[in-house]
């Protein structure tokens, strides 16, 4: 996958509307639609910068869809043996386990 996926993904997964990724980086949202497009070129590496520190991920990351070695090594031991076996799963099964630990990160929210 390249940057166009990724930042789709990422997205997708934080539940981040484009015209929010651009209010909050200052990047024009026709020129991060353009980005989405399948005709799109990836940013200057500036503009990545402020996109990944929107995003909270490695402008490495959107590139390529893997985070350095010392990004994982930040995670907690069971945050990395969440990862580790999720790759296990199923695209089925990964939504599942996905959805609940949202679920369970607003509910300790609301506690």
């Given at each position: 996958m390249g940057f166009r996926e990724n930042l789709k993904s990422e997205l997708a997964f934080q539940d981040m509307p484009v015209k929010e990724l651009a209010a909050k980086s200052g990047i024009n949202k026709l020129t991060i639609?353009?980005?989405l497009s399948a005709k799109g070129k990836i940013p200057l590496l500036?503009?990545?910068v402020k996109i990944a520190q929107v995003l909270g991920v490695?402008?490495?990351y959107l590139v390529t869809g893997q985070d350095s070695p010392k990004a994982v090594q930040k995670l907690s031991n069971s945050s990395r043996l969440i990862a580790q076996l999720s790759e296990k799963l199923d695209d089925k099964k990964k939504a599942f386990v996905l959805d609940f630990i949202k679920w369970l990160a607003f509910r300790e929210d609301e506690v």
């Open positions: 639609d353009h980005w500036d503009k990545g490695s402008v490495e």
